[in-house]
Every structure is written in structure tokens, then in C-alpha cells.
């Protein structure tokens, strides 16, 4: 069946991992009207190619630069070819690799070896072999998987996607030598490349008898192994990127194979850019399965090739934009401009867009730049909402509830497939690396699934042992989280720390912590009424160049925090210390809900160089620690200092009512006595009071130096 994983190719030397074809065995079918193919003349054209093709001189040289010529007779095992310099060479060659790669692969690694060894037969073994990778620096083709058709079977593509999958190296024949143990006579079988399987015949080729049929038997045939060829090559597992496809459908993803020196080159969770030939082969049950068959990878670093390149407009405005006077302000405005209030919490997603600069130091070690922000309070605060902006926002985000998370499907996982094979399979926070990862519901997860992020959080690294595998994916990612208080609602009777109930060690973690009320009051709850019924008769705003603007910034700005910032910041965190401490000894020493450490000295930084990547400044000065201070001090530091029932607010209609309640509350509760909370509210009720002023008015008394609140018993002072 033509086009199943192998197509028509020509003339080869028997060291190639392609198969060797002669220019008769071409399909019969061939469009005609395309120029006659001459092998030779083909492989005299990429000699020429490989020993002439020159780039033009860059600054502090005089003279034109033979890269690929220079490239071979260096010592280096392998050489990468750059598919548009063929196409500026020979736009005819350039057709001949995107139509049939099966047919100028083989040639170009013939080309490669007749330039090493001029003298070389043919079908001679060469001891300088190199290994021929093929790159494309401009798209062609489908651009993701989800764009391949079966028109692209055996044509050559270039696919941008994640790795989330690595199987373990296995070993493919390339020549197998056999030898007849009848009549001894050698043969000579050249394996298929990809992942098809090699056939190995049955039957002697010895004159048989007539009679008595082949002398040799059947299967007489043992292999010499000394003599066989064999090539490494593993098996991943290639996903579209998340920006990619339809929204509320999982990525498409496709195996791909690669060979060589690419074994084990791209851990799970790798972006990159592959050159492949779109092949197609049987499995077991007999379906005929898509993948790719990896000739050139190029790994994305700083540059970004998910989105398309920043033009010279584009940079103008840009810098016209981060010049504007109450810069910050506009920007905050723009922050999920349909919910309501929490202004806040708006700055705290605009500096996790943008985020910090990521540090190397001279010893090895790194210093993240990503934020981490942490939104627990009362339900029907927009909480998920923000975190949905933010998924919508960020370039690479994968949004997922606590409840049907697990740590292995967070971080990474070593499954076991039914021949007993290990493969390592990326979480959702290694193939968000770069990005942001939404994690609604956090208070739903196991306690377990959350220690398992807290290596990714900090150390931006997934380390997993496992099965005699060990590996170390990167986890460069931001974390938006989003829980609710164990009981529901944020209880003004319980301490902080209770309300939140989330280890330290995790807590410690996020650089923002926000504490989101449901303020009832009649002016607030008109405004937010007003506000939700406009956004209903508006609609939606594409913040789609919003979107550029926060790119452009995170690429082209790493700013670091001045000295005299560093001075100040320094003074006001040992200021900030002694206020925790002073708070603890008033409090019996009872620990403060988020423990304020090193952790935040460093989260004040990053906010800081947010900030001042916004304006596109290198420097984050002192007004930046400033506002970085002022955003941390309304959100960590006032979560880790808050106490039971913290700035409780009555209406003018609940004072009278407020007051008879009290007076209630006294006759109920001796000098120097105690009753318990649940009873005093019963007995309340009866008298047709609102539970809710009750719990209010409880709140209010136990702010007071009258009442004591301790183990759900209300406690008068003497």
C-alpha cells in the first residue's frame, strides 16, 4: 500500500536509516507533469550545495562564510541543515524535500558521505558517518497537528507542540545479515525506516530438487550479528500546544520517533519546533495510525515560537504605551475590567502576567521569577472568574479543579504499558511551563497531590524516581489558586488559620495571599447590581492586544531591582519581621496563619520587577518596591496578622437591632460566666432575632475587652 510508512526513494549508501529503492521501483502514478527525476543529477546538486553554499558576511568578517562545507570537515558527528538555505539555493531541490523527503533524505546523507570521501564506492560502510538533521527556521505546512490531513502522508511538515510523553530507548535493525545453515549462503536484509517492522525471509534461495523440494528447510537462517546494523530510537508522545483547538477540547497530540543522537535530547514537558515526515503505519489491531518520523528538532528557548513575530509597528506602540504617564493605573484597569471591585486582586494578576525576572547565579542555582497568587475566601467573589481571565490571558495556561487533580497528573507520573515498557508522562503544571496554571477548588485536593507541587512551586523542577528511571522535568510555571474556607464561608468566630486551613509549607509558597470578603452592605450591593447588569447588556471585550502587550514585556525585559531599592526593602521586611513577632507575643504565641519568611522577602522582588517590566524599565526602583510593599501588605501580610472577626461593618439599619441584641446577649451571660455559642443563638432565635445579626453581634463582642470567644463558649470578663 503506497504511503504507509515508507514512500519511494532512490540511490543510498547502506549505512542510511532509509530504504534504498531504485528510480524504476517509483509509483506508476506520479503526476506527470512534474519535471522527470534524475537521481544523479539530484545528488550532484547537493555535492554542490553542501561544498559551496556560502551566507554573506556578518559584522568583523571580510570574507563569506562556507557554513556547511566548514561544518563537515570540523570534528562533529553530526550536521544541521537548514531547509531554507536549499530552498535559496534550488527552489526545485527545495519542492523535491517537501514532497518527497523519502526521496531526498537518502540522497542528502549520500551527498554528506561522497563529500568526506570523495573516493568512496557506493555501497562502501563509512567510518565517518554523520548524522544529517534537516531544520526549518520558517513555517511550511501545517503549523499543529490538529492541522495534518492524510493528504500530508509521506510529505515533510513542521509541527510546534509540547513533549508530555518519553518512552524508553529501544534499538532498530537497519541491516540484519543472514547466513543459511544448509548450504551457507549470506543474505542481506535492509530494514524499513520508522516504526515499521522488518520481514525476514522464510525460505533458502538454494536450487531445490525436484522431489524433494529446498534442501535447506524451512527457516535455516541464523543471524550474524557482528555483522548487523542497529540504530537507537524512542518514542514520544507530541501535543499541541494549549492555545491550539477548539475551547473546551483536550489538545491533539501524536507519536512521534526519533533516532540518534535525539535519544533521550527532549525530556517531557520540552517545547519545540520539529521537522518530520508524516508517516503512516499498522498497529496490532490493524488500524493504520499517524506519526511522526523526526528529522531536525529545534528546542524553544527565549524565543518564542508560539506566536507570531513582533513588528516594527507593533514595538513602537509598544514603548509608546509603557511611556505613558499613570501607566500601572491603566494597566490595572484593564485586568478583568467585568468583575467588580476588588481592585487589589486586579494588580495582583496584572504583576503574575508579567511577572518577575528569573535568575541564574554563579554557582548554578536559580532564583524563579514566576508569582504565585492565592484568592481564598467566601464563595461568590469571583474568584474563578479571575482565574479564567487569567487562563485567557496568559500565552500558555491549563486550567484544572483541585477536586479532580492528583499529584501525579499535576507533576508528572512513570507508567507502565502492557509489554511491561516504562514511559514518563508529563503533569499539566510541566506543560504549562512558560505559562500559567489555574487551579480552582485548591482546598479540594488531597493533602498528599498538594506536597507533590511544592518542588514545581519553588524549585521550578518535577523530580521523579521511579522503576530504576530518574528525570527532572522543568516546571517553569505560575500558579493562580482559588479555595474556599473549610466551612464554606469565611467564619468571623475562627481564627485565620483556621479559615484557611492549608499547611505552611504551602502557604509560605505564594507570593499574594487575598483574603476575599462578601461585603453585604445596601450601597455596595446597588453598585455591584449596576455593574453585573451593564456587563450583561455590553458583553464581551477582547483583550486579545492586552495579550501582545504582556508577551512583548515578559521577552524583551528583565529588569533588576536598584540598590537603593534593595536598602530600602531590606530596612522595611526587618520592620515588618519585628510587627509579626510583636503580633505573636500579644497573641499568647500563638503562630500567625502564613509564616512570613525569606520566601516573601524574595516575592516583594518579583512583584517589584513586575512592576517595572509594565514600564519596560531594567531597573526596578524604589517607587516600585514602594508599590510592590503596599500590594504585599494588603494581601500577605494582612492574612498573616489577622485575627478572629477583623473589621466587622454594620449598617445604620442594623445599629437599633444591634443593640437590642446586646442587651440580650448580657442578660443571657453572667460576670465571670461562659454559655456555649449554639445554645445562646436557640435561645435567640426564639425571640424572632435574625440569625445572622446574631453571629454579627457575637463577632462585634468578641472584638470588645468585655467577651471572650474559646472553643465555640462566649466568655464574659469580670
Known amino acids: 500500500m503506497s504511503g504507509f510508512d515508507v514512500g519511494p526513494v532512490s540511490i543510498v549508501a547502506t549505512n542510511s536509516n532509509w530504504v534504498s529503492y531504485k528510480e524504476d521501483d517509483r509509483d506508476a502514478d506520479a503526476d506527470e507533469t512534474r519535471p522527470p527525476f534524475d537521481a544523479r543529477l539530484t545528488l550532484a546538486e547537493l555535492h554542490h550545495f553542501l561544498k559551496f553554499y556560502t551566507k554573506s558576511p556578518e559584522d568583523g568578517q571580510s570574507e563569506e562564510v562556507y557554513i556547511y562545507s566548514d561544518a563537515l570537515q570540523r570534528d562533529s558527528n553530526s550536521i544541521t541543515i537548514d531547509l531554507q538555505d536549499i530552498k535559496l539555493h534550488s527552489p526545485e531541490l527545495y519542492e523535491l524535500f517537501t514532497r518527497d523527503p523519502s526521496v531526498a533524505m537518502p540522497l542528502l546523507e549520500a551527498a554528506v558521505l561522497k563529500f568526506l570521501n570523495p573516493r568512496a564506492k557506493k555501497d562502501e560502510e563509512m567510518q565517518n558517518q554523520r548524522e544529517v538533521f534537516l531544520i526549518a527556521t520558517e513555517q511550511f505546512g501545517p503549523a499543529s497537528i490538529q492541522a495534518i490531513r492524510s493528504t500530508n502522508i509521506s510529505q515533510l511538515v513542521t509541527i510546534s507542540g509540547v513533549v508530555t510523553r518519553a518512552e524508553e530507548r529501544q534499538n532498530r535493525a537497519v541491516k540484519v545479515v543472514l547466513k543459511c545453515k544448509g548450504c551457507g549462503s549470506v543474505k542481506t536484509v535492509i530494514g524499513r525506516p520508522g516504526l515499521g517492522r522488518m520481514t525476514c525471509p522464510t525460505a533458502c534461495d538454494s536450487i531445490t530438487v525436484e522431489g524433494s523440494g529446498n534442501l535447506c528447510g524451512r527457516d535455516p537462517f541464523f543471524i550474524e550479528d557482528k555483522k548487523c546494523k542497529f540504530v537507537d530510537f524512542q518514542v514520544l508522545k507530541l501535543q499541541d500546544l494549549p492555545e491550539i483547538g477548539s475551547p473546551g477540547e483536550p489538545p491533539d497530540s501524536l507519536q512521534m520517533m526519533v533516532e540518534g543522537s535525539l535519544v533521550y535530547s527532549i525530556p517531557p514537558g520540552t517545547e519545540v519546533r520539529v521537522t518530520a515526515v508524516y508517516n503512516v503505519v499498522k498497529n496490532k489491531q490493524g488500524r493504520h495510525i499517524g506519526y511522526l518520523r523526526v528529522v531536525g528538532v529545534q528546542h524553544v528557548g527565549k524565543q518564542d515560537l508560539r506566536h507570531a513575530p513582533f513588528t516594527a509597528e507593533e514595538e513602537t506602540r509598544f514603548k509608546e504605551f509603557a511611556a505613558q504617564p499613570q501607566l500601572h493605573q491603566k494597566i490595572f484597569k484593564l485586568m478583568a475590567p467585568s468583575i467588580y471591585g476588588h481592585d487589589d486582586i486586579k494588580k495582583a494578576v496584572a504583576c503574575l502576567l508579567f511577572g518577575g525576572a528569573r535568575k541564574v547565579m554563579p554557582d548554578g542555582t536559580a532564583r524563579r521569577g514566576d508569582i504565585h497568587v492565592l484568592l481564598i475566601g467566601d464563595p461568590s467573589t469571583a474568584k474563578s472568574q479571575f482565574l479564567k481571565f487569567a487562563a485567557q490571558m496568559a500565552p500558555v495556561a491549563v486550567y484544572t479543579a483541585g477536586k479532580t487533580s492528583s499529584g501525579p497528573g499535576l507533576t508528572g507520573s512513570m507508567l507502565k504499558k502492557p509489554n511491561g515498557q516504562f514511559y514518563l508522562e508529563a503533569g499539566a503544571m510541566v506543560t504549562a511551563s512558560g505559562g500559567v496554571i489555574c487551579i480552582d477548588e485548591f482546598d479540594k485536593m488531597q493533602p498528599e497531590d498538594r506536597v507533590a507541587i511544592h518542588e514545581g512551586m519553588e524549585q521550578q523542577s518535577i523530580s521523579i524516581a521511579k522503576a530504576g528511571i530518574t528525570a527532572t522535568l522543568n516546571c517553569k510555571t505560575s500558579v493562580l489558586a482559588a479555595a474556599n474556607p473549610p466551612s464554606g464561608?469565611?467564619?468571623?468566630?475562627?481564627?485565620?488559620?483556621?479559615?484557611?486551613?492549608?499547611?505552611?509549607?504551602?502557604?509560605?509558597?505564594?507570593?499574594?495571599?487575598?483574603?476575599?470578603?462578601?461585603?453585604?452592605?445596601?450601597?455596595?450591593?446597588?453598585?455591584?447590581?449596576?455593574?453585573?447588569?451593564?456587563?450583561?447588556?455590553?458583553?464581551?471585550?477582547?483583550?486579545?492586544?492586552?495579550?501582545?502587550?504582556?508577551?512583548?514585556?515578559?521577552?524583551?525585559?528583565?529588569?533588576?531591582?536598584?540598590?537603593?531599592?534593595?536598602?530600602?526593602?531590606?530596612?522595611?521586611?526587618?520592620?515588618?519581621?519585628?510587627?509579626?513577632?510583636?503580633?505573636?507575643?500579644?497573641?499568647?504565641?500563638?503562630?500567625?496563619?502564613?509564616?512570613?519568611?525569606?520566601?516573601?522577602?524574595?516575592?516583594?522582588?518579583?512583584?517589584?520587577?513586575?512592576?517595572?517590566?509594565?514600564?519596560?524599565?531594567?531597573?526596578?526602583?524604589?517607587?516600585?518596591?514602594?508599590?510592590?510593599?503596599?500590594l504585599f501588605k494588603v494581601s500577605t501580610l494582612n492574612a498573616a496578622t489577622a485575627g478572629m472577626a477583623d473589621n466587622v461593618v454594620f449598617t445604620e439599619a442594623d445599629q437599633a437591632e444591634l443593640q437590642y441584641v446586646i442587651t440580650q446577649i448580657n442578660k443571657r451571660v453572667p460576670l465571670g460566666g461562659a454559655v456555649r455559642e449554639d445554645k445562646l443563638t436557640c435561645e435567640l432565635v426564639r425571640l424572632n432575632i435574625n440569625e445572622g445579626l446574631i453571629r454579627r453581634a457575637l463577632v462585634f463582642l468578641a472584638q470588645s475587652q468585655d467577651y471572650e470567644y474559646k472553643r465555640g463558649r462566649l466568655h464574659r470578663n469580670c
Open 489 to 630: 464561608r469565611y467564619d468571623d468566630m475562627v481564627s485565620a488559620q483556621q479559615n484557611m486551613d492549608l499547611q505552611t509549607t504551602i502557604l509560605s509558597r505564594f507570593d499574594l495571599i487575598f483574603i476575599v470578603r462578601d461585603v453585604t452592605t445596601r450601597e455596595h450591593d446597588a453598585r455591584l447590581a449596576d455593574h453585573m447588569c451593564l456587563q450583561h447588556r455590553l458583553g464581551h471585550v477582547s483583550n486579545q492586544q492586552e495579550d501582545r502587550d504582556e508577551q512583548y514585556c515578559r521577552q524583551r525585559c528583565d529588569p533588576r531591582i536598584t540598590q537603593e531599592a534593595a536598602t530600602y526593602l531590606s530596612h522595611e521586611y526587618v520592620d515588618i519581621r519585628e510587627q509579626v513577632r510583636q503580633r505573636i507575643h500579644d497573641d499568647d504565641g500563638e503562630a500567625p496563619a502564613v509564616p512570613i519568611t525569606v520566601r516573601q522577602l524574595e516575592a516583594v522582588v518579583r512583584i517589584s520587577e513586575a512592576l517595572a517590566r509594565m514600564q519596560l524599565c531594567r531597573s526596578a526602583t524604589q517607587a516600585h518596591v514602594q508599590l510592590a510593599l503596599d
